[in-house]
Nanobody, 123 residues
Framework: QVQLVESGGGSVQAGGSLRLSCAASGYTTRYYSMAWFRQAPGNEREAVAAISGGGGTTYGDSVKGRFTISKDSAGNTLYLQMNSLMPEDTAMYYC?????????????????WGQGTQVTVSS
């Protein structure tokens, strides 16, 4: 059974940083593409960043230059380093995975989802 568990969320002031983690079990992320999505109350789920099985990365326009997606060498943990946080980054952040090498920023392409971790940025 594939499981994804996010951690690292919390409250931070604008301009601060947080690092989210997503622990994967039931498979190795090395061969899967993975991504981070976020959803604020009343908004649609938004793509934040994606990483392919080979490590290639893509980002949503709103986070380019501020966020960095990565995964560990063992392929079991996904990370999202978030710098220069802004109040509009406030949302529930979700980790997602799919058994495909190529990355995607479309939520409908992903098979497995975590329960989410809350990020709150105050001004």
């Amino acid at each position: 059974q594939v499981q994804l568990v996010e951690s690292g969320g919390g409250s931070v002031q604008a301009g601060g940083s947080l690092r989210l983690s997503c622990a994967a079990s039931g498979y190795t992320t090395r061969y899967y593409s993975m991504a981070w999505f976020r959803q604020a109350p009343g908004n649609e789920r938004e793509a934040v960043a994606a990483i392919s099985g080979g490590g290639g990365t893509t980002y949503g326009d709103s986070v380019k230059g501020r966020f960095t997606i990565s995964k560990d060498s063992a392929g079991n943990t996904l990370y999202l380093q978030m710098n220069s946080l802004m109040p509009e980054d406030t949302a529930m952040y979700y980790c997602a995975a799919r058994p495909t090498w190529l990355s995607s920023l479309r939520a409908s392409d992903f098979t497995y989802w975590g329960q989410g971790t809350q990020v709150t940025v105050s001004s």
